[in-house]
């Protein structure tokens, strides 16, 4: 019987990075008859299907798998031929990452700056939110993942980081105008809050938990960036949830005051990576531990 050829995977991830037959038949320099041959030759193969032919075409549960195993051997070999081959040294070694936005914008490139100047890595950073981060490792998608998950999942490990600790805070002019007679059910809900997309539950949790406001009570902006929470905070635009670590300044300024001093939001965040790692994988896992340990509290 004949073995599992990776030029069927190949097609498969062209297929799903391009999302067309066509650009993926033009990605790889075959025709659109041969990557579909291909991606038959598979499903014959494992006696399934690995593409749900819709448009965009998108992977079966096992489409996934197989992806992230073709994403990883593609990694390796990445890692593997320029020691082999000593012409191809120079070729940058592509590394994709999932990370939060609080994250990205506090200690994560830091950690990696030391790694960034020394190495030829090309960096990917996809950014999600932690709840989900850890679904682009499982799919193959990325190399390591900044996630709530404390489990790891098979093949992996994952390294407790330290934690982060979310304040929740306004500027002096917004408290003036709408906490004026203080931080309660009723003036929260007559408030602008901040969520960073359609799947952060986690000012919702906070105020549900704490003042018991249900959920679809509150004004709230949406913004994919934790950069904007921390202006709209300190134009006094809204009130939000931020990691204490990305406003020390405006605390101490008092361009930022805590609402509710006695109410701390903590999360632990865990770094999800390959059991057996080597060569720049590795550097990469042990650089973003090190640095958070030091960085985040433990």
């Known amino acids: 019987m004949r073995g599992l050829d990776y030029k069927w995977i190949e097609a498969l991830d062209a297929i799903v990075e391009q999302r067309s037959f066509d650009k993926a038949a033009e990605h790889l320099y075959i025709s659109q008859s041969a990557v579909s041959q291909r991606v038959k030759q598979l499903e014959k193969w494992l006696a399934q299907p690995v593409l749900v032919r819709e448009q965009p075409p998108r992977p079966t549960a096992v489409g996934k798998k197989l992806l992230g195993l073709y994403?990883?051997?593609?990694?390796?070999?990445?890692?593997?031929?320029?020691?082999?081959?000593?012409?191809?040294?120079?070729?940058?070694?592509?590394?994709?990452?999932?990370t939060n936005a609080d994250s990205l914008a506090t200690w994560l490139l830091p950690s990696l700056f030391p790694l960034l100047e020394a190495k030829r890595v090309e960096l990917n950073l996809i950014v999600d939110d932690e709840g989900r981060t850890i679904e682009k490792l499982k799919n193959g998608e990325v190399v390591g993942a900044i996630s709530l998950e404390s489990q790891s999942i098979p093949g992996c490990v994952a390294d407790y980081l330290g934690r982060v600790d979310y304040l929740c805070v306004a500027s002096p002019s917004f408290i003036k105008r709408y906490f004026s007679q203080g931080v309660n059910r009723e003036s929260l809900i007559k408030a602008p809050a901040v969520a960073f997309d359609q799947h952060d539950k986690m000012h919702q949790r906070f105020v549900n938990q704490h003042f018991n406001i249900m959920p679809g009570?509150?004004?709230?902006?949406?913004?994919?960036?934790?950069?904007?929470?921390?202006?709209?905070?300190v134009a006094g635009v809204a009130y939000c949830l931020i990691p204490k670590l990305q406003i020390q300044d405006e605390l101490a300024s008092g361009a930022l005051i805590e609402l509710t001093p006695n109410i701390l939001l903590s999360h632990q965040i865990y770094w999800h990576h390959w059991q057996l790692e080597s060569g720049v994988l590795g550097e990469v896992s042990d650089a973003i531990i090190s640095h958070a340990r030091q960085y985040l509290p433990q």
Do not use: N
């Open 71 to 98: 994403r990883r051997v593609r990694l390796l070999e990445q890692e593997l031929v320029p020691e082999l081959a000593a012409d191809l040294g120079d070729k940058p070694l592509s590394v994709s990452l999932a």
């Open 217 to 233: 009570s509150i004004l709230k902006h949406t913004v994919r960036s934790s950069e904007a929470f921390v202006k709209l905070a």
